[in-house]
């Protein structure tokens, strides 16, 4: 036995773990070679230190008691005999390379998009049906005498114009939005309660066979909530806002001829029946002129008392000429605000 | 006579928390021994030991109860070790195959005449604790189970879920690995001293 070979194994000699006949081989060895016998001298020394365990510090009195704690708090009441879902996760994530499983997503989405696949159609008509739902969603929520706050979040201006066949489809779907009996008479929610309603308030007809337009106002004071909604056969749409205390807004929308018939036009420019003369709002529609609205307007929007401020402005939603009128006890920048909000 | 570990597993997939208890207080120690030994800071090994138990529990529907007990919690508490010390990032790996093998053996020109000048007793405590910072964590672990539980190879390869030959020759460069980084420190210590004393 050389050098090399009693080397290799003399970590083994000074662990005891040596058969007997390699032992004695190097012992035979040590006996004749001094470098082996020095170097056997600094692996026991080693081989001792190692074994040392004088240093390592006590465990903590309580940590049989935190590790049964964290057992049967939770880590794993549930878990002995059982497969839990972080298991389960965890052995797919093994199983599966994110990465790879990643691009194998990315490659099938790239393919559909460049084939158009029916699912991606499926998908988009869905989103189309789903916006028009959601509207629909939203006008009943409006009209459905839930909490004053709730109806203040869902209020907002839907404009939609819908292809035929889309409206129809819909209308499948929604029938409150078909509505027959588009133009019949009011559905008041202090007559019906609390039930849902199934008027469409909020839906005026332009030209009921081909398009309709939702207008509601995107802004409506804090406190005040849709007390009431009518709509006639003229296509004329009367909301109410109130509060619990009883003050009132009131928002009239009509269609109208086009250039409006008792006012002339000023444009960018809203002016107001009692309150100061001097008052403007600048207009942001650009499609749209505001008007100087007279008693008429007044009598028109219904509850007005004699301390209200009457707003009115027009606008124009695909060629058809609508004027909107807001009427309260409101200061005249908030009724300014409400009517500029339904454009 | 006190159950074995088995049946205290068997007790406890019954639903039995006192006979998890009872494997939790036979084998806190070494699995703390292990975890200190690897990271050299009682709070973190305190930290690992517990994470080991908790992971015991909720795998031990995985435990083939007709194997030995020891051998699983030993490995888990290695690979515990190993993944948090990878995750913090205080572990640079070494291969140890580009390193060590293929150089001459580092201390066969050293003069071994007086081990006493090579080595002394209390550095070499100091230092040991610090050069096992600086092996491989596989390595680590291999010294770790042999010299602090005590662990012959089979046992060790049991543990580590390799091949009792593969322990051997690790266990071989796992001590020539160490002894290199131990002399790397007592020759830098020697340099400072010759610096100190030169000034």
Redesign the interface.
Known sequence: MNCQQV??ML?LFC?G?LHPYLRSQIEKHLENC??CR??L???S???E?????D???P??GD??Q???L???EG??TE??????KR?TFSELKNRFNPGIVGGIVAVLVLLALIIKSPVLSVFEYGQSSSHLKHSADQSISVGSGQSPKAQQLTAGVRERKAEPGEAETTADSEPQLNAPDYGRASTDASTHGRSAPSFAPQVSATNMTSRFTVVRPYYIPAGYYLARAESDTTGALSLIYATEDGSQVHVLVRPTGGDDETSPLVPSKMSTLSGSDSETVPGTVTKSSFVDSQQQARSEAGGAQNNESVVSCTVYVDDQCYRIEVSGSLPVEELARIADSCK | MAPSDERLVHE??QGN?QA??EL??RY??QV??IA??MTNQ?EEA?DI??EV??TV?????QFDTSRRFAPWIQRITVNTCITRLRKKKKVVLVNFEDNISNRT?P?INID????AV??D?EE??LD??EALLQLPESYRAM?IL???L?M??QEIADTLGITRENVEVK??RA?KS??KV?LERQDERRQRGELSASR
């Open positions: 080397d290799k970590y662990d773990r001094p470098g020095n170097n001298a600094i692996t020394m080693e081989t230190v190692l074994r040392l365990s240093d390592i510090p465990l903590s940590f049989c935190k590790v049964m964290r057992v049967t880590c794993g878990v002995y005999g059982s497969r839990t298991n | 406890t997939m928390p998890f208890e939790v207080h806190q120690r703390f021994t200190y030994r009682r305190e030991a517990q138990f908790i529990f909720q795998k031990l529907y053996d201390f071994y005449n007086d081990p090579v080595y007793r070499l405590k040991l604790k010294l042999r010299y602090q005590d012959s190879n266990m071989h001590r160490l002894r131990l």
